[in-house]
C-alpha cells in the first residue's frame, strides 16, 4: 500500500468574521487545498468570540476538508471560542490542540499510523479548555 505524505496546510482565522471575510478566507483555504488528502489547521488564537457565520464557516471548511478524504483541526483555541463551539454542539467534530505544532504533528502520526498494518485506536487530542 502506497501513502502518498502530504503537506498540512495551516491558516489563521481572523479575529471577526465580518460579512464577506468569511467567504474570502474559505475561497483562500479551498485554493491552497491538497485536494488528494487535505490536511489543514486552522489557527484560532486570535478568535475569542464566535457567531453563527464563524461555526458554520468552520463546518464549511471540515466539510470541503471531508470531500478529499482530508480533516480539520484547531489549534490553540480559547475557552471563550470552545464554548460556543460546545453550545453550538459542533466541537465533537474538531480535535482541538492547544499549539500548532502539536495540530500538525498530529497529521504526522496520522500518516505513520497508516502506512503500518497495526491497529491504531481512535483516541481525542482535545485540548482542556484554557484559564482565561
Given at each position: ?116 498494518n497495526a491497529y ?6 482535545r485540548a482542556p479548555?484554557?484559564?482565561?
Open positions: 500500500m502506497k501513502v502518498q505524505v502530504c503537506d498540512v496546510v495551516v491558516k489563521q482565522l481572523p479575529a471577526r468574521l465580518i460579512g464577506k471575510q468569511g467567504c474570502a478566507f474559505f475561497s483562500e483555504l479551498v485554493q491552497s487545498m491538497n485536494f488528494d488528502r487535505a490536511s489543514i489547521v486552522l489557527d484560532c488564537s486570535l478568535v475569542r468570540q464566535m457567531d453563527r457565520a464563524a461555526v458554520y464557516l468552520l463546518l464549511c471548511c471540515l466539510e470541503e476538508a471531508m470531500k478529499c478524504d482530508g480533516d480539520v483541526k484547531l489549534a490553540a483555541t480559547s475557552s471563550e471560542a470552545m464554548a460556543i463551539l460546545e453550545f453550538a454542539g459542533v466541537s465533537p467534530l474538531f480535535e482541538s490542540f492547544y499549539t500548532i505544532a502539536e495540530a500538525v504533528s498530529s497529521f504526522r502520526r496520522l500518516l505513520a499510523d497508516s502506512t503500518s491504531v485506536p481512535f483516541s481525542s487530542h479548555q484554557n484559564a482565561a
